[in-house]
C-alpha cells in the first residue's frame, strides 16, 4: 500500500478562490506615497523630486525608534546620510496650523504643524521667515501625501526641508514635547540599493516551489512495494481535479468578486478570517508533504495503519504528524505580527502550493491558455483598469489594507529587505506562482509522456521563462518607484507565451493544444 497521491481536496477548494483573488500582491515599501494633495504647479521652486524620508528622534536624550516622512515638491532637499544631517530641537508651532505669523521662538528649530487652513508652501513660507531650520507638517490619516505647490503659487523660493508625516507620528511627536519633553530631530534620505538580496531569495523560492512540485511525484514514489497501474491511476482519478475551461473563466469571475467584497469590506476581522484559513490550509499542506517524506524514507512506516470507524484505516504517520502541523498554524497565527513571523507564513505557503499543484491539473494547453489569459486580464484590470471605475486601483488598495487595522493578508511569500534601510519585505503573490507553475507541471508532464528529453522538451525552457518574467516584474517595481506590478503581466508572455512560440516552431502546437483529449499518439508506458 503506498499513501494517496494527493491530499483530500474540500479545504484546498474553500482556500484557492481566497489565494486567487487576494494573492496577486506585491511588496509595498515603507513610505510609499499616495500621490494627489493640491492641484499642482510645475513652476520652478515647485518642482523638486519627493523623498522618502527617515526622521530619527531623541525624547530627554533617548534615542526613539525612527519616523518615516515624505518630503515636499518645494524647498531644500535632504542629506543622504546621518553624518551630513542637522540633528536640532523640536517646537510645536503656535498657531498650531502655521497659517499665521507664529509667536514661538523658532531659530535653528524644526516646527512640527497640522495640516489644513492654509496651503502647503504658505505653512513653510511662515516657518521659515519665523527663523525654523524645517518644517514637519502633521498629516490628518496614515497616508504620507506628495506636498506641492498650488496653481497660484509661482517662483517660491523656500529654502528649508518640508517633510509630511503621518498621523500616528505626529500624535507621537505632539504628545512628547506637551509633556515638557525634550524633542529633538535629524531628517535625513537614505538611498535604497539597486538590487536587494531579498529579491533573488524570493524569486529563488517562487521557482523552487514550482520545481519541487513538478518532480514532488517522482520524488516521493516509493522503489519497492509499487501498486499497479489500475490503482495508480484510480488514485490520481479520485485525488486530483483536472481543471476545465469553462471552469477556469468561472474561477476568475468568482476571484473578481471576491476581490470586490474585499474592497468595500475589508476589516481587521475580515483579514482574520483569511488568516485563519490559510493557517488550516496551510497546515494540510504542511501535513501531505512531511507524511509524503517519510513514507518515501520508510517502507515500514508508510505501512504501519490502524482501522478508524467510520474513517475506515488511517496511516500512522498521518496521525503522528497531524497535531505537529495543526501545532505550528496555531502558532503562526498567535504570532503573525512577530518581526520573524514571515518565516512561518513562507514554509505553510510553499508546502500549501505544492499541494495545490499536486491538487489541480491542467490538461493541456488549450485550458492552459483559458486559465492564464483570463488571469492575465484579471491582473491588469484590477491594477491598471479598475480606478475608471472604482477611482482607484482595487488591488492596490486592497494590497495595501490601510482599513485592515494592522492585519495583512496572508497569500503571499515575503521575506525582509535585509540591506534596505527603509526596511519593509519583498513579496509575491501565491497566485503568480501557481497559476504559471501549473503550465509548468503539466510541461513536465507532457515531456515525461511524450519521452523527451531536456533540450527538446519544454518544462527546462518554461522554467528559464518563468524565472526570467519574474526577474522583469521586480526590475519594473523598481524603475515605478515600488510600486506594486501585476507579475501575470510579465509572466503569462515569458510561460504561456513561450510554450505556445516553441510549440510552433516544433509543429507540436496541435499535440500540446489537444494533449489528453485525442488518442492518436499513444507513448508506450505512458497515457495518450
Known sequence: MTIPRSPPLPLLHVALVFIFASSHLKGFAVGDASQGGESASTSPGCNVTSQDVK???????????????????????????????????????NPFN???????????????????????????EIAESSGAAGLLVINDDED??????TKNETHLNITIPVVMIPKSAGDYLR???????KVDILLYSPTRPILDISVVFLVLMAVGTIV?????????????????????????????????????????????????VLFFFMSSSFVFALNVIFSLAGSQGMHFCIVSLISR?????RQMKINIPIIGKVSVIAIVVLPFCIAFSIIWVGNRHSPHAWIGQDILGITLMITVLQVLELPNIKV???????????????????????????????????????ESIPMLLK?????????????????????????????????????????????????????????????VFYLMNGHGQPALLYLVPCTLGLAVVLGGIRGEIRDLWNFGETPSKVVPGGQT
Not at 504620507?144 to 505647490?149: A, G, N, R, Y
Open 55 to 93: 526622521i530619527k528622534n531623541w525624547v530627554n536624550g533617548d534615542e526613539s525608534a525612527s519616523l518615516d516622512g515624505l518630503s515636499a515638491r518645494f524647498g531644500a532637499s535632504l542629506p543622504t546620510s546621518v553624518s551630513k544631517a542637522l540633528r536640532l530641537p523640536a517646537i510645536l508651532a
Open 212 to 260: 519541487s512540485a513538478s518532480f514532488w511525484d517522482e520524488f516521493t514514489a516509493h522503489e519497492q512495494d509499487q501498486p499497479s497501474a489500475e490503482t495508480n491511476q484510480e488514485d490520481t482519478e479520485k485525488n486530483t481535479l483536472k481543471i476545465k475551461a469553462v471552469g477556469a473563466i468561472a474561477f476568475v469571475i468568482v476571484a473578481s468578486a471576491f476581490l470586490v
Open 98 to 124: 502655521s497659517c499665521n505669523k507664529l509667536s514661538s521662538k523658532l531659530s535653528n528649530s524644526f516646527v512640527v504643524a497640522e495640516r489644513g487652513d492654509c496651503t502647503y508652501a504658505t505653512k513653510a
Open 175 to 181: 504628545g512628547s514635547m506637551s509633556s515638557s519633553g
Open 297 to 301: 524514507a520508510s517502507k515500514h512506516c
Open 368 to 406: 492552459a491558455s483559458v486559465l492564464l489569459c483570463c488571469a492575465f486580464f484579471y491582473d491588469i484590470f484590477w491594477v491598471f483598469l479598475s480606478p475608471l471605475i472604482f477611482h482607484q486601483s482595487v488591488m492596490i488598495a486592497v494590497a495595501t489594507g490601510h482599513k485592515a487595522g494592522g
Open 144 to 149: 504620507l501625501t506628495e506636498m506641492v505647490c
Open 415 to 475: 521575506i525582509p529587505r535585509f540591506f534596505d534601510p527603509w526596511g519593509g519585505y519583498q513579496m509575491i503573490g501565491f497566485g503568480d506562482i501557481i497559476l504559471p507553475g501549473l503550465l509548468i507541471v503539466f510541461s513536465h508532464r507532457f515531456d515525461k509522456l511524450t519521452k523527451k528529453g531536456i533540450s527538446n522538451g519544454y518544462f527546462l525552457w518554461l522554467i528559464f521563462g518563468y524565472t526570467f518574467g519574474l526577474s522583469v516584474t521586480y526590475l
